[in-house]
């Protein structure tokens, strides 16, 4: 069974330029969960989606954004980035049912300069 | 809402001795908890979960857990750390119910020594 696949692995972009991640869940998983993990601060719930739908956001600014497709594969946007971005952005997958746990990519490391 | 706190950002130990790396949480009712490792450039495996019964919970790499709802604890413990398992541990706890976000803690970094 393929894991949670995430592209690209690295990305380095300028501060002010726009960013797209994205991640493929493992089949048959419906929800994509995303998570910034910078420096010392543990990982920072992002985004929720579901069936296609965005269920729940974290703490975020809304030059943060993103999609889910109909084949549950998920998309992170990043407007207007600034230094700050800089992270490991993580991609995790649940299937239907809620009680189970996620199941993580690798991530995508983004560097703003 | 519900929190987590890992109070030991780092945790030093010899190789072949034994680990305890602590977590607490907050939440109103019986929580869903996980131990995950993440492995440097790597993202987060799940080591083990507690959904309901049993309240010591056997992982995988010969870690266990044990929840304490007296003192809303799930502490992870392994009898011998092995130089491998030097990484970072994330407790987690999540809730029941649709809106399930799970919430992490910063996350304890252990270092084996040899």
């Known amino acids: 069974e393929a894991g949670v696949t995430q592209s690209p692995t690295h990305l380095i972009k300028t501060r002010g330029q726009q960013v797209t991640l994205r991640c493929s869940p493992i089949?048959?998983?419906?929800?994509v969960y995303w998570y910034q993990q910078a420096l010392g601060l543990g990982l920072q719930f992002l985004l929720w989606y579901d069936e296609g739908e965005e269920r729940n956001r974290g703490n975020f600014p809304p030059r943060f954004s993103g999609r889910q497709f109909p084949n549950y594969s998920s998309e992170l946007n990043v407007n207007a980035l600034e230094l700050e971005d800089s992270a490991l952005y993580l991609c995790a997958s649940q299937p239907r049912s809620y009680n189970s746990p996620l199941h993580f990519g690798n991530g995508t490391r983004l560097t703003v300069t | 809402a519900q929190s987590v706190t890992q109070p030991d950002i780092h945790i030093t130990v010899s190789e072949g001795a034994s680990l305890e790396l602590r977590c607490n949480y907050s939440y109103g009712a019986t929580p869903y908890l996980f131990w995950y490792v993440q492995s440097p450039g790597q993202g987060l495996q799940l080591l083990l979960k507690?959904?309901?019964?049993?309240?010591l919970v056997q992982g995988i790499k010969g870690f266990e857990a044990e929840f304490k709802r007296s003192q809303s604890s799930f502490n992870l413990r392994k009898p011998s750390v092995h130089w491998s398992d030097a990484a970072e541990y994330f407790c987690?706890?999540?809730?029941?119910?649709?809106?399930?976000?799970?919430?992490f803690g910063r996350g304890t970094s252990l270092i084996v020594h040899p």
């Open positions: 507690y959904f309901s019964g049993d309240t």
């Open positions: 089949s048959g998983h419906t929800s």
């Open positions: 987690a706890v999540g809730a029941k119910g649709g809106s399930y976000i799970p919430t």
